[in-house]
């Protein structure tokens, strides 16, 4: 299951995520980070059944966490299957089929977006 990770470094530099590995035992993956010396969002990926333990301890620490259903959302009304999105996704969630019609992997999205500034019809949104 993936968790988006909202956090604010206002009274310390605590490393969360070592923290609630730490504290649970449960791996995380690390998908996507963006953090600067105030703030921080990072994208990470947990087991199903561990998903309610690590949300409510990184809550528990500060964290605003959402767990995320669906990654890209791709809309095929409008998607005319230029294949734009595939060459610059860095995780290969897009490809085409035998008959070059666009198939998406949503569970590999890590949402960094490129293939929404790609798509020449906006036929993709993230679920944020």
Do not use: Y
């Not at 530099?13 to 963006?34: F, Y």
């Not at 087991?47 to 959302?73: F, T």
């Not at 977006?113 to 019809?121: L, S, V």
């Amino acid at each position: 299951m993936k968790l988006l990770v909202n956090f604010s470094r206002g009274k310390g530099r605590k490393p969360i995520i070592a923290q609630v590995v730490r504290d649970t035992g449960v791996l995380i993956n690390v998908e996507r980070a963006l953090i600067d010396s105030s703030e921080g969002e990072a994208l990470i990926e947990v087991p199903d059944e561990q998903c309610k333990l690590v949300r409510d301890s990184m809550a528990n620490l500060g964290a605003n966490v959402r767990i995320l259903e669906h990654g890209i959302h791709h809309d095929e009304s409008e998607c005319i299957d230029c294949g734009a999105c595939i060459s610059v996704c860095p995780r290969e969630v897009f490809t085409f089929d035998e008959e070059w019609k666009l198939n998406v992997e949503e569970e590999k999205c890590i949402l960094c977006g490129k293939c929404i500034d790609a798509c020449p019809h906006r036929a993709l949104s993230l679920p944020l």
